[in-house]
């Protein structure tokens, strides 16, 4: 069981708009920023919004973030078809001193 | 450029011990804290450890606590990570990754990873 909860899968067609959900408690997401990877099959998770809401260099706009509570939600637009990957959110948890990390959400661009 | 290499997986045996490099370079090593973080076949992330940047502070996920040991050396640029006592719940792919200068959870490079295979 994830400290952070997340939906095991979500879908689009190309050109809609996706949103995967993060919940969490006080003690994570309620007092820390939250980032959120993009892990293709057979490759390293690489970061994809940092500190909520920030984009790193060369991420594309198409992706957002946001946090509200101790719930966080990554948004994906004009979804493509190279968007079809796992997503996991992460942030620090103070009563476990440690990174947490969602469950994962598969997405399918159908 | 950043880069990552780790080194050092393979197979073992429950109760064995091994342990995992990371060669970094294209940064500032001793500036950067590091994590390792961990995958099972099939499974999500699970964040390991960290160290900070000189190596005074780490710290482990409870289910490695007492078990693994993490360590760096700064004139070499490498990050290690002493495993032992080792469980079937220990495989995964072991990825080695660089801490931006925001927060511990904000992984902002990863390496390919080296795969530990528990088996008897």
């Known amino acids: 069981q994830s400290v952070l909860t997340q939906p095991p899968s979500a879908s689009g067609t190309p050109g809609q708009r996706v949103t995967i959900s993060c919940s969490g408690s006080?003690?994570?997401?309620?007092?820390?920023?939250v980032n959120w990877y993009k892990q293709l099959p057979g490759t390293a998770p690489k970061l994809l919004i940092y500190?909520?809401?920030q984009r790193p260099s060369g991420v594309p706009d198409r992706f957002s973030g946001s946090k509200s509570g101790t719930s966080a939600s990554l948004a994906i637009g004009g979804l493509q078809s190279e968007d079809e990957a796992d997503y996991y959110c992460?942030?620090?948890?103070?009563?476990?001193?440690?990174?947490?990390f969602g469950g994962g959400t598969k997405l399918t661009v159908l | 450029e950043v880069q990552l290499l780790e080194s050092g997986g393979g197979l073992v045996q429950p109760g064995g011990s091994l342990r995992l490099s990371c060669a970094a370079s294209?940064?500032?090593?001793?500036?950067?804290?590091m994590s390792w973080v961990r995958q099972a076949p099939g499974k999500g992330l699970e964040w390991v450890s960290g160290?900070?940047?000189?190596?005074?502070?780490?710290y482990y996920a409870e289910s490695v606590k007492g078990r693994f040991t993490i360590s760096r050396d700064n004139s070499k640029n490498t990050l290690d990570l002493q495993m032992k006592s080792l469980r079937g719940e220990d495989t995964a792919v072991y990825y080695c990754?660089?801490?931006?200068?925001?927060?511990?959870?904000?992984?902002?490079?990863w390496g390919q990873g080296t795969l530990v295979t528990l088996s008897s």
């Open positions: 990754a660089k801490v931006g200068t925001i927060g511990w959870y904000v992984l902002d490079y």
């Open positions: 294209g940064f500032t090593f001793s500036s950067y804290a």
């Open positions: 160290i900070s940047g000189s190596g005074g502070a780490t």
């Open positions: 006080f003690s994570n997401i309620g007092s820390n920023t």
């Open positions: 500190t909520s809401s």
């Open positions: 992460a942030t620090w948890d103070d009563s476990l001193n440690g990174v947490v």
